[in-house]
């Protein structure tokens, strides 16, 4: 659940914030666009990576920002500070030669929020609500980084795994599995 600090932030990231404020006020669960640029960037990353890159940060105690989930288009978004493309990038080549597909939204798009209170059937929910401003920390920048490489990584492989070791529709009869 989002903090009312959190909400005055992120609010005044949209065109309107009184409007935006309003909405929240009558419905809580009411996502809402927001342009990315001026308070915040976001990273964007196929659901199994984002899902996996957020639990690798929570479990690490790593630096972390506020994180949604858009569930029907199976997709995380990483909020950044603004301006962090640059960093972001060069850290990500730091991990690997071959970075993994993400996206970048900064000035010029809009991202759907997810309301200060969303339930956990909604469409758009918070992994991690924003409480307050989040910090331009460094360390939050190269921990998405690192972890986001990692658990691209750790997806492919078991990709790989499951189609090499994937078990027959229709075994033969009498065979029996091995344990």
């Known amino acids: ?5 959190g909400m005055q932030w992120l609010s005044a990231a949209a065109d309107d914030p009184a409007d935006c404020r309003a909405q929240w006020a ?4 009411r996502p809402y666009a927001l342009p990315t640029g001026r308070l915040f960037d976001l990273v964007v990353l196929e659901q199994r990576i984002g899902l996996e890159t957020f639990d690798q940060i929570d479990r690490r105690c790593m630096p972390l920002g506020p ?3 858009d569930w029907g288009s199976r997709r995380v978004g990483f909020f950044l500070p603004s301006n962090s493309l640059g960093r972001f990038r060069g850290m990500v080549k730091c991990e690997t030669q071959e970075p993994p597909q993400y996206r970048y939204l900064s000035t010029g798009s809009v991202v759907v929020v997810p309301g200060p209170m969303p ?10 609500a924003p409480m307050r401003r989040p910090e331009a920390n460094p360390a939050r920048i190269a921990a998405l980084a690192a972890m986001f490489v990692a658990a691209s990584s ?3 492989r078991a990709e790989r795994y499951g189609q090499e070791h994937a078990r027959p529709e229709h075994p033969e009869p ?3 599995r091995a344990r």
Do not use: F, H, I, Q
Not at 1 to 5: A, I, N, S
Not at 26 to 29: L, T
Not at 119 to 128: H, K, V
């Open 1 to 5: 659940m989002m903090t009312r600090r």
């Open 26 to 29: 009558e419905d809580p669960r």
């Open 67 to 69: 994180v949604s989930v």
């Open 119 to 128: 339930l956990s059937g909604d469409r758009y929910t918070w992994l991690c």
């Open 154 to 156: 750790l997806v492919a």
């Open 174 to 176: 009498g065979a029996t």
